[in-house]
Nanobody, 114 residues
Framework: VQLVESGGGLVQPGGSLRLSCAAS????????MKWYRQAPGKERELVATISPGGSTDYADSVKGRFTASRDNARKTVYLQMSSLKPVDTAVYYC?????????WGQGTQVTVSS
């Protein structure tokens, strides 16, 4: 299993970013994919979940601002982030659980600052 995130960077408050996570080594199209984030000094938190069919669920803190999507043909999951706030600053991770084991990407840094 390999997960590779990209798309992070520095953005001003109110701005947007789109994160991508390219997956390989497992049956992507039948897998629930998740986005987590971890801010400095804080625990990793679940941000978004997307089912194989595209149904989504979000943390209350990002509802209405973040949108998860997936392209099963490209084996890629996305996180569109809008109206970004400084509190969204964190390392963002892609996750999949297979056979009770969690797999993580290397993470991509998102910094929201003026």
């Amino acid at each position: 299993v390999q997960l590779v995130e990209s798309g992070g960077g520095l953005v001003q408050p109110g701005g947007s970013l789109r994160l991508s996570c390219a997956a390989s080594g497992f049956t992507f199209s039948s897998s629930v994919m998740k986005w987590y984030r971890q801010a400095p000094g804080k625990e990793r938190e679940l941000v978004a979940t997307i089912s194989p069919g595209g149904s989504t669920d979000y943390a209350d803190s990002v509802k209405g601002r973040f949108t998860a999507s997936r392209d099963n043909a490209r084996k890629t999951v996305y996180l569109q982030m809008s109206s970004l706030k400084p509190v969204d600053t964190a390392v963002y991770y892609c996750n999949v659980r297979k056979f009770t084991r969690d797999y993580w990407g290397q993470g991509t840094q998102v910094t929201v600052s003026s």
